[in-house]
């Protein structure tokens, strides 16, 4: 009886250590939905005694919390720095790149519009300011509405970066919580324009422009203005839970939710 | 209780435990994620430092200000170097130390006898109108007698700073002083090389802190990078004026193979350098700062590789410089005759960390001269043996160093050994050195 005793008794601890937390930091780009959603595909394809931490506070947050050791897993909208990287390495951390996915943001105006096309400068002038009304560019005259998503988005400064050169939205543009409500606006107001994740750039109403010639759909990836690719960092010699995780991410049930949350998976181009 | 209620009751609580060790502690859920507190304010001067560690915000404190949301200001930060250390050497019968240094005119960077003051700056950098930047550095006094006749003072010369548009990663302008860094080795700041000094090579043609305009700009088209400058020639102690001193011109563009041969990092680059009046020095005498002379070569050019992969580094660097032969103003009352011959140098400095924390650093250097008398031993501590007078024509030295790393390149120790020895001459010898590098 006392081996019975023992054997259940090392169930038992085997089963409280099995209950393990991955700490995942970084992108909110990534942590807001998609990491989440493959959490959720991760713990339902098995692994349910692992615990998730998920800090969605910018891709710079990622790479100190690998260094000291407070995320397994870093999440980033861009490439890491030499910097971050070598900060890393001075703490016996080794970063592993995985690129999982393309993020792609949309312009999308209202389907009314006689605009058929925009260049990546017109793009930074209407997000500026500078062109304040649609016949400046060929349109049907109008003030032009600008829809983006407020100042607590990681997306609205990341669209400052890839579409504005880092200059300011006017004061005149309407903040909006969501891709959902910036397609929303745009497909009730015929001088509507917004940006949004390519999940939402066929949202009713609404169409989404090709820039600098170059049509906003998944297979275009690469070559248009305004995606990027975003990875996950891990340590070379990640924990059990870390690899475990990054293997179902690369897994075609892992690209599958990549798809479904609205990005491009990296392996697909 | 009956072995099997043993049993339920061990599973049972086994079970509880795991769910409380699932669910405790503050994480976030993956349904819920973190919001991200983008538009809250850091910094020492609204009492919110950051990090991870202890270590991370303790340096922290130096950033006094930081806000992205904030339309005018994003950014203020304090900045600062020290760097210290201390040296053996012996070149046959001769030896030399840090006293030897101090006795040798550098009495104003030796602490007590032993202990060199190797660099010692205060600064600061600011982001501002998101597209902005300002900042400098400046040289301190580190025994608080350096003013005239000895007095007390603080400030001894503008190392570097300017002010920078810079709207995007590809493209940045610059006015003001910089450091023009012609090689992979000048390029990295003292702060973060991997070895107590830069080479020999590097050091031979690099025209030190020069007052001009500089465009920059990186990951073009991918893994383009590029650097134009122009600069007045003229070495001083704050700022030269326009064309003082002739012009200095540099051009240089780079790619990121990393892509394409498999590593994290492998950037290669090709550097050209112009100098309209090679040996130009200005004339001023001031203790605080060494008005040193150009370089004297007409035209110079570096081709360098920095690769990275894991444990892994290795910069590698050609140079070749076209020695000028002529008159130089150096402010003295008859113009400098300079004969400098054709210069050639190629460093290999690979590295790898050993253990956490922890890097070992060689590195090969080679200078070759047309001339037989076209290299000269190197000035900061071969000199103290061989003499001023000491030449050759071919120098060779050999580093060899550990870099232990306590707060990554923030707070490190770092101790080596070189060994140098010039062809054509008669010095030969070596060096230790050790010592402690902080900077924020």
Not at chain 1, 90 to 98: A, S
Not at chain 2, 200 to 227: D, H, R
Request: proline content about 4%; charged content about 20%.
């Amino acid at each position: 009886m006392k081996s019975i005793i023992t054997l259940f008794t090392a169930v038992a601890t085997i089963s409280v250590a099995s209950a393990q937390t991955l700490s995942i930091k970084g992108s909110d780009t990534l942590g807001a939905k998609l990491v989440p959603q493959l959490a959720e595909g991760f713990k339902a394809a098995g692994n349910k005694g692992v615990k998730f931490e998920i800090a969605a506070e910018g891709s710079t947050t990622a790479f100190p919390a690998l260094a000291n050791g407070t995320a397994q897993i870093g999440m980033s909208s861009r490439k890491v720095k030499d910097d971050e990287r070598t900060f890393c390495k001075t703490k016996g951390v080794y970063l592993k790149e995985h690129p999982i996915c393309h993020d792609m943001l949309c312009v999308i105006v209202n389907k009314n519009s006689p605009l058929a096309k925009l260049t990546k400068d017109q793009v930074a002038k209407i997000f500026t300011g500078q062109i304040k009304d649609w016949s400046e560019i060929g349109g049907a005259p109008g003030k032009i509405s600008i829809y983006t998503r407020n100042t607590s988005s990681g997306t609205y400064k990341d669209w400052q970066k890839l579409a504005m050169g880092g200059r300011d939205y006017p004061s005149t543009s309407l903040k909006m919580a969501g891709n959902e409500q910036i397609a929303q606006e745009v497909a009730k107001n015929k001088n509507g324009i917004g940006y949004v994740g390519l999940a939402y750039s066929k949202t009713s109403g609404t169409k989404a422009l090709p820039v600098d010639g170059v049509e906003p759909v998944a297979p275009n990836a690469k070559k248009y203005a305004f995606a990027r690719l975003c990875y996950l960092y891990a340590p070379d010699k990640p924990s059990a839970e870390a690899d475990a995780f990054m293997k179902y991410v690369e897994s075609a049930p892992g690209q599958d939710i990549v798809r479904k949350v609205g990005f491009i998976p990296a392996a697909d181009l | 209780m009956q072995p099997h209620h043993l049993v339920l009751c061990t599973i049972l609580t086994s079970s509880c435990l795991s769910t409380t060790t699932a669910s405790a502690g503050t994480e976030t859920t993956a349904d819920s994620p973190t919001e991200a507190p983008t538009s809250a304010a850091t910094g020492l001067l609204v009492g919110k430092l950051t990090g991870d560690t202890a270590w991370d915000r303790a340096w922290s404190s130096a950033i006094l200000y930081k806000n992205d949301d904030n339309p005018v200001i994003q950014l203020f930060q304090l900045t600062g170097r020290l760097q210290l250390q201390s040296i053996y050497g012996q070149a046959g019968d001769d030896s030399f130390n840090t006293s030897d240094f101090k006795d040798a005119g550098n009495d104003e960077i030796v602490w007590g006898n032993d202990i060199e003051v190797r660099r010692a700056r205060l600064g600061f950098k600011s982001k501002f109108y998101q597209n902005w930047k300002l900042d400098a550095s400046f040289n301190v006094d580190v025994d608080g007698h350096d003013g005239p006749g000895g007095d007390t003072t603080f400030y001894k010369s503008f190392q570097e700073g300017g002010l920078t548009y810079a709207p995007s990663d590809q493209f940045n302008f610059s006015i003001g002083k910089k450091q023009v860094r012609f090689s992979r080795d000048q390029e990295i700041s003292s702060t973060e090389i991997t070895t107590f000094e830069r080479s020999v090579a590097s050091n031979t043609f690099t025209p030190g802190e020069l007052t001009g305009v500089w465009s920059f700009g990186k990951g073009i088209a991918g893994a383009w990078l590029y650097e134009l400058g122009a600069y007045s020639n003229a070495r001083v102690a704050e700022f030269s004026t326009p064309g003082d001193g002739g012009i200095l011109a540099i051009g240089k563009i780079g790619y990121d193979l990393a892509e394409h041969v498999g590593l994290e990092s492998c950037v290669t680059t090709f550097t050209y350098m112009h100098n309209t009046e090679p040996g130009y020095q200005d004339g001023k005498i001031d203790p605080n700062f060494a008005f040193s002379a150009s370089p004297s070569f007409t035209d110079s050019i570096a081709l360098t590789n920095d690769s990275s992969q894991g444990r892994f580094g290795m910069i590698t660097e050609l140079m070749y410089g076209f020695g000028f032969t002529g008159e130089a103003d150096q402010g003295k009352a008859k113009p400098a005759q300079i004969a400098q011959s054709d210069l050639f140098g190629f460093t290999l400095t690979p590295s790898y960390f050993i253990a956490d924390g922890l890097q070992a650093v060689y590195r090969f250097q080679l200078i070759s001269a047309a001339d037989p008398d076209g290299i000269r031993v190197p000035s900061r501590y071969d000199r103290l043996a061989a003499g001023d007078d000491e030449r050759g024509n071919t120098y060779t030295a050999h580093y060899l160093g550990l870099n232990y790393y306590i707060y990554s390149h923030k707070l490190k120790l770092m101790a080596g050994v070189e060994y140098s020895q010039m062809g054509g001459g008669s010095y030969d010898g070596y060096t230790l050195l050790s010592g402690l590098r902080m900077n924020f």
